[in-house]
């Protein structure tokens, strides 16, 4: 199916379904759910894919789903939307407030579950008319915001024979009808750190016969980030940030414990990787200068999500040919973490970032607030580029080998 075809059919099937979409997506921002929570959302799923002859398989602990779309010796593309909400209150004034107190999409997964519906939706009518070239393996994932739905997903099977994997984010900073795409690192790996600092305590007019532990606890939030950045490549971005630090009670007191909480970010896998153990090593050696005990808990994250180069084509050729010339945009590398990361840790593959702003309109949305609202024009461009790219990897297959050139437009994404 060439281009002009494919974009034929797209007009003709969202003509018909674009409104039902936004209605879709407006049911589920009223109604969001938590991570592993999602029990309506993923009933309300495969509510729909049932109803166009599919048939979802919903994973064990009952939210989440994934469900097949064609048959055939062709190969199997992934498309994975993240279904989940997050515990924030809903600050907006319309019509599709969150009705759950503290829980709203803030983050667009409403728009990325719609608009992999729609493109489940086209796709089943595609088998039907004998036009899909191979297998379509729809995910729907659960608890991208834990995170851990992704590693529930695998544990199912979900990307078992999986050749590729697409996903995408909704990205307020891009024009609705733009996609962002690039090769390499787009988002960060992602973890948790938390440390215990401990002493003998004593009076604030003898800190010598004790272990100043405030002391040793503000060195300690002030010298392991300095450290970092000296013993790590700075091209790897390791950054320590903190966010909550906690000690004493009294003016007059030296406390005998401490504790410090913060993130670790990083946008290279190698460096993710060495991280702990070098963190441990520079708390221990900061922590005995000034006679403290200092204990670490480091809980993983995410790696970063590194897109594959010919996935990425496969993103950009679709987009051309369902959005339109000029529809790829470059975009930057991420220090948020996101759990698509695992995926690619198994299977080649890409992610996209979707445009949600309003063309011309003043007003800057962010993620991550209760604010956030998109452009809904952006479900109907979703559902455009996730089918023409299931598409476009299904035809191409492998289509760049390992030492075809890559063009400017692509080095441009890199």
């Given at each position: 199916?060439r281009?002009?075809e494919?974009?034929?059919?797209?007009?003709?099937?969202l003509a018909?379904t674009?409104q039902?979409l936004?209605?879709?997506?407006?049911d589920?921002?009223m109604?969001?759910?938590?991570?592993?929570a999602?029990?309506r959302?993923?009933?309300r799923?495969?509510?729909?894919?049932?109803?166009?002859?599919?048939?979802?398989t919903?994973?064990?602990?009952?939210t989440g789903?994934?469900c097949e779309?064609?048959?055939?010796?062709?190969p199997?593309?992934?498309l994975r939307?993240?279904i989940?909400?997050?515990?924030l209150?809903?600050?907006?004034s319309v019509?599709?407030r969150?009705t759950?107190?503290?829980?709203c999409?803030?983050c667009?997964h409403?728009?990325?579950?719609?608009?992999?519906?729609?493109?489940?939706?086209f796709?089943?009518?595609q088998?039907a008319?004998?036009?899909l070239?191979g297998?379509?393996?729809?995910?729907?994932?659960p608890?991208e915001?834990?995170p851990?739905?992704?590693l529930?997903?695998m544990?199912?099977?979900?990307i078992n024979?999986?050749d590729?994997i697409?996903g995408?984010h909704?990205?307020?900073?891009v024009?609705?009808g733009?996609?962002?795409?690039?090769?390499?690192?787009i988002?960060?790996a992602?973890?948790?750190?938390?440390?215990?600092v401990?002493?003998?305590?004593?009076h604030?007019?003898?800190?010598?016969l004790?272990?100043?532990?405030?002391f040793?606890?503000?060195?300690i939030?002030t010298?392991?980030?300095?450290?970092?950045?000296?013993?790590v490549?700075p091209?790897?971005?390791?950054s320590l940030v903190w966010?909550?630090?906690?000690?004493g009670?009294?003016a007059?007191?030296?406390?005998?414990?401490?504790?410090?909480?913060?993130?670790?970010?990083c946008?290279?896998?190698?460096?993710?990787?060495?991280a702990?153990?070098l963190?441990?090593?520079?708390l221990e050696s900061?922590a005995?200068?000034y006679?403290v005990?200092?204990?670490?808990?480091?809980t993983?994250?995410v790696p970063p999500?590194?897109?594959d180069e010919a996935?990425v084509?496969m993103?950009?050729?679709?987009?051309?040919?369902?959005l339109?010339?000029g529809?790829v945009?470059p975009?930057?590398?991420?220090?948020?973490?996101?759990d698509?990361?695992w995926?690619l840790?198994?299977?080649p593959g890409?992610?996209?970032r979707?445009?949600?702003r309003s063309?011309?309109?003043?007003v800057q949305?962010?993620?991550?607030?209760g604010t956030?609202?998109?452009?809904?024009?952006?479900i109907g461009q979703?559902?455009?580029l996730m089918?023409?790219?299931?598409l476009?990897a299904?035809?191409?297959?492998h289509?760049l080998?390992a030492?075809?050139?890559v063009?400017?437009?692509?080095?441009e994404?890199i």
């Amino acid at each position: 199916m060439r281009g002009r075809e494919l974009r034929g059919e797209l007009d003709a099937f969202l003509a018909e379904t674009e409104q039902d979409l936004v209605a879709f997506r407006r049911d589920l921002h009223m109604h969001p759910e938590l991570a592993f929570a999602e029990y309506r959302t993923t009933q309300r799923i495969a509510e729909r894919l049932s109803a166009a002859g599919l048939h979802p398989t919903v994973l064990p602990r009952g939210t989440g789903l994934f469900c097949e779309v064609g048959s055939g010796d062709g190969p199997t593309v992934a498309l994975r939307a993240d279904i989940d909400a997050l515990a924030l209150s809903d600050e907006k004034s319309v019509p599709y407030r969150s009705t759950v107190p503290g829980v709203c999409h803030a983050c667009g997964h409403d728009v990325h579950t719609t608009v992999l519906v729609g493109t489940s939706l086209f796709l089943a009518r595609q088998a039907a008319e004998g036009l899909l070239p191979g297998r379509v393996r729809l995910i729907f994932q659960p608890a991208e915001e834990l995170p851990g739905g992704a590693l529930e997903v695998m544990a199912q099977g979900g990307i078992n024979g999986v050749d590729r994997i697409f996903g995408l984010h909704c990205d307020p900073r891009v024009d609705v009808g733009q996609v962002g795409l690039k090769v390499g690192p787009i988002t960060s790996a992602c973890d948790k750190l938390s440390i215990r600092v401990s002493g003998p305590g004593g009076h604030t007019a003898r800190p010598h016969l004790t272990a100043d532990l405030v002391f040793a606890l503000a060195k300690i939030l002030t010298e392991l980030p300095a450290a970092l950045s000296r013993r790590v490549d700075p091209r790897s971005s390791l950054s320590l940030v903190w966010g909550r630090v906690e000690s004493g009670s009294a003016a007059n007191a030296i406390p005998d414990d401490g504790i410090a909480e913060g993130t670790v970010r990083c946008l290279d896998e190698n460096a993710w990787h060495a991280a702990p153990d070098l963190i441990k090593a520079l708390l221990e050696s900061v922590a005995g200068a000034y006679g403290v005990e200092a204990t670490m808990d480091y809980t993983r994250g995410v790696p970063p999500v590194v897109n594959d180069e010919a996935s990425v084509q496969m993103l950009a050729e679709a987009a051309e040919r369902a959005l339109g010339t000029g529809s790829v945009v470059p975009t930057t590398q991420s220090l948020g973490g996101e759990d698509f990361a695992w995926y690619l840790e198994s299977i080649p593959g890409a992610f996209a970032r979707l445009g949600t702003r309003s063309p011309e309109s003043g007003v800057q949305y962010d993620i991550h607030q209760g604010t956030f609202d998109v452009d809904e024009a952006a479900i109907g461009q979703g559902v455009r580029l996730m089918a023409a790219t299931a598409l476009t990897a299904l035809w191409e297959g492998h289509r760049l080998g390992a030492d075809e050139h890559v063009t400017e437009p692509m080095a441009e994404l890199i």
